[in-house]
Every structure is written in C-alpha cells, then in structure tokens.
C-alpha cells in the first residue's frame, strides 16, 4: 500500500504540471509528435494518481506504451533517413548524434519555451507577437524536407554541450556549387535550434555552400573558454575532415556578441574569408582586427541593440563593412526571414566575386 501511495502522489505531481501544458496547449502550434507526448503522459499520470484506489494498470500501461512508441519511432525514423538534408554530428570526433536529439520535436519545445519565458518577462510584447506563428512556419517548411530533424535542445538543456563534445547541425546546399565553403552560425541566448540554422542555411543554400551550427551552452557565452574551444574545434574539423577552404563565420545576438570578443584571437584561423552580425555587434576596434569584410543585419525597432548604435559600428569599420537595416525586432531570422536571406546571400556572392 506504501509503494501505491508513493506513485499516487508522484503521479499527482506529474498530472497537474502536464495539465497546465494541455491548457497552454490549446492556444499555441503543436506538433501531431506533441499531442502524442501530452495524451500519453496524462494517461500514465492519471493512471498513476489512482492507483490506491482503484486498479488503473491499464491506463498507466496504455500512457506508458505510447510514450515507449512515440520515442522509439522518432528515434527510429530520425537515425535511419537515408538522405539526410539535415544531419547532427557530435564533435570535435564527428560521430552520429546520440539519439537523445530525436526523442522530442523540436517545435514544441521552442515554441512552449519562448511562451514560458515571455509570461516570465523575458521577452517583450513587440517580440513575442507573431514568433509562435513564424516558428510553426519554419517547422512546416522543415518537415517538407525532412520529417524527422535532429534538435541540439535537450541535450543543451541537461548541461551536455561542452568542448570536448558538442551538437554540430550541418545542412547541405541544394546545388553545393561552392564545395569547399561553409557558413558557419553561432547561436545566441537560449541555445542552438535548428529552425534558426534552417533560416540562416536558406541564404547559403543559394549561395551553395553547407551551412554549419554549433552548440554551446544555453546562455550562448561563446567568449566563455569552453565557448572558445568549441568554435575553434568546429573550424578545424571543417578545414581538416571535411575540406572546407572558405569559411563565412557569422552570430545572433550573443553569438554575434562573442564572435565581437574573440575576433582578435582569430588571426590564426586561415580559412576566415568574412564575418557577419544579426542583432548583435559591440565594438568595431576588435572586428578591424582580422581585416575581414563585414555584414550587419539590424532590426530597425530591436530592443536590445539599438539600431544606431550599430550603424555607427559600421561606420567605424569603414569600407569593409556592409550595414542592412530590416523593419523587425531582435528576432529578425524568424519573422523576416526573407529580407535576412537576401541581405546574406547577396553579401556572399560579392565577397565570392572579389
């Protein structure tokens, strides 16, 4: 009777939290892979919260065996694709992604979590108008491509992206006319996702060059060492595994941010052939640095970095920098991604004809 109590009431704590996922549920995009998650793990909390009383095994057999089988088939439909557009690569050692990265669809876990962080304060009202639906349409335009993605999200989320192994998005070019090139994409606060590398992949894609996103930790602190060294690793499997010659680094916010603070200790890196800034740029004495061309992409009413600021940036940078000002928010890869596309594939294709 003591163990029935004790899942009673763990069944009680997991019923009420999922309940109030359902509610948030019916006002947000949820994916089929989603509704599957919720139905099954009510059932099992259900089946678990009565259990004292009455005999429920069936209805926490039947919760169970659906969350059993909506995993196992994710899992199973993600590993065995048989031409991946979009694959997940653990580095520095380049080996498959573990199958962690396939058990939840990733729209569901962005979208319930930026709508968590606004109700926090997190984001402002003018940000978190219509990102629910510019997301959806993401994922929609992702799964006619690919199913079944991989997410780096609940592995940047347990704390496991670090230097000595890290979450690596590759998505290939449609027509891969420039093979020896890369776009590599550092992500800002909240983690690497892969609707966001899909956006940025758009503009290489045109260009035809593979695009690449790393993972660091969910704060996105790529000044941080570990941040550092995952950059440095990612650069060096792609100039040394895969034969990539030219590589166009660029960041979000505080992907943008750290690429600012570690530009001076890029000299080194060879294969740099330009910068780029969406959202997020600091001091232009650093990014001169590297003598590199550099493009900067900028919501006009962005709440974080202001507009001017970074047009006065570019200014300093002079004749290598190239400022693109979009009517947008901070979120400007989501709800503009066209304008964002154009604006970096035409920055690519004049930096490829000099």
């Given at each position: 009777?003591?163990?029935?109590?004790?899942?009673?009431?763990?069944?009680?704590?997991?019923?009420?939290?999922?309940?109030?996922?359902?509610?948030?549920?019916?006002?947000?995009?949820?994916?089929?892979?989603?509704?599957?998650?919720?139905?099954?793990?009510?059932?099992?909390?259900?089946?678990?919260?009565?259990?004292?009383?009455?005999?429920?095994?069936?209805?926490?057999?039947?919760?169970?065996?659906?969350?059993?089988?909506?995993?196992?088939?994710?899992?199973?439909?993600?590993?065995?694709?048989?031409?991946?557009?979009?694959?997940?690569?653990?580095?520095?050692?380049?080996?498959?992604?573990?199958?962690?990265?396939?058990?939840?669809?990733?729209?569901?876990?962005?979208?319930?979590?930026?709508?968590?962080?606004?109700?926090?304060?997190?984001?402002?009202?003018?940000?978190?108008?219509?990102?629910?639906?510019?997301?959806?349409?993401?994922?929609?335009?992702?799964?006619?491509?690919?199913?079944?993605?991989?997410?780096?999200?609940?592995?940047?989320?347990?704390?496991?992206?670090?230097?000595?192994?890290?979450?690596?998005?590759?998505?290939?070019?449609?027509?891969?006319?420039?093979?020896?090139?890369?776009?590599?994409?550092?992500?800002?606060?909240?983690?690497?996702?892969?609707?966001?590398?899909?956006?940025?992949?758009?503009?290489?894609?045109?260009?035809?060059?593979?695009?690449?996103?790393?993972?660091?930790?969910?704060?996105?602190?790529?000044?941080?060492?570990?941040?550092?060294?995952?950059?440095?690793?990612?650069?060096?499997?792609?100039?040394?595994?895969?034969?990539?010659?030219?590589?166009?680094?660029?960041?979000?916010?505080?992907g943008g941010f750290g690429l600012n603070r570690l530009a001076p200790k890029l000299t080194d890196e060879k294969a740099l052939r330009g910068l780029f800034f969406i959202d997020g740029i600091a001091k232009s004495a650093e990014i001169r640095a590297l003598g590199l061309p550099?493009?900067?992409?900028?919501?006009?009413?962005?709440?974080?970095?202001?507009?001017?600021?970074?047009?006065?940036?570019?200014?300093?940078?002079?004749?290598?920098?190239?400022?693109?000002?979009?009517?947008?928010?901070?979120?400007?890869?989501?709800?503009?991604?066209?304008?964002?596309?154009?604006?970096?594939?035409?920055?690519?294709?004049?930096?490829?004809?000099?």
């Amino acid at each position: 009777m003591r163990f029935k109590s004790s899942l009673s009431i763990f069944g009680f704590f997991l019923f009420i939290p999922l309940l109030l996922l359902a509610g948030l549920a019916t006002q947000i995009p949820v994916s089929v892979w989603g509704i599957g998650y919720l139905l099954g793990g009510l059932t099992l909390a259900f089946g678990l919260t009565l259990s004292p009383w009455r005999t429920v095994w069936l209805a926490t057999g039947t919760g169970a065996l659906t969350l059993l089988l909506l995993t196992v088939t994710r899992v199973g439909l993600g590993i065995w694709e048989p031409h991946p557009v979009l694959e997940m690569l653990t580095l520095p050692s380049g080996d498959s992604a573990p199958w962690l990265g396939y058990v939840i669809d990733e729209q569901d876990a962005v979208i319930f979590g930026e709508t968590l962080f606004h109700q926090i304060g997190g984001s402002s009202a003018r940000e978190h108008v219509g990102i629910a639906e510019a997301l959806n349409a993401d994922y929609s335009s992702l799964r006619q491509v690919q199913a079944v993605m991989p997410s780096p999200v609940l592995d940047t989320y347990l704390g496991l992206q670090g230097a000595e192994g890290f979450d690596t998005i590759f998505i290939k070019p449609e027509a891969n006319s420039h093979p020896e090139t890369a776009v590599v994409f550092l992500h800002g606060f909240g983690g690497n996702v892969t609707a966001q590398c899909w956006e940025i992949s758009r503009a290489a894609s045109r260009f035809g060059a593979l695009t690449v996103c790393p993972s660091t930790g969910w704060q996105g602190q790529w000044w941080q060492p570990d941040g550092e060294a995952s950059l440095r690793a990612a650069l060096r499997y792609l100039t040394s595994e895969r034969g990539i010659r030219n590589i166009y680094l660029g960041g979000f916010s505080n992907g943008g941010f750290g690429l600012n603070r570690l530009a001076p200790k890029l000299t080194d890196e060879k294969a740099l052939r330009g910068l780029f800034f969406i959202d997020g740029i600091a001091k232009s004495a650093e990014i001169r640095a590297l003598g590199l061309p550099v493009l900067v992409i900028q919501g006009s009413q962005d709440e974080r970095m202001p507009a001017l600021e970074a047009h006065r940036i570019v200014g300093e940078i002079g004749n290598l920098g190239t400022y693109v000002e979009i009517a947008g928010d901070h979120f400007l890869i989501m709800k503009e991604p066209a304008a964002v596309q154009t604006a970096l594939s035409a920055w690519l294709e004049k930096q490829a004809g000099k």
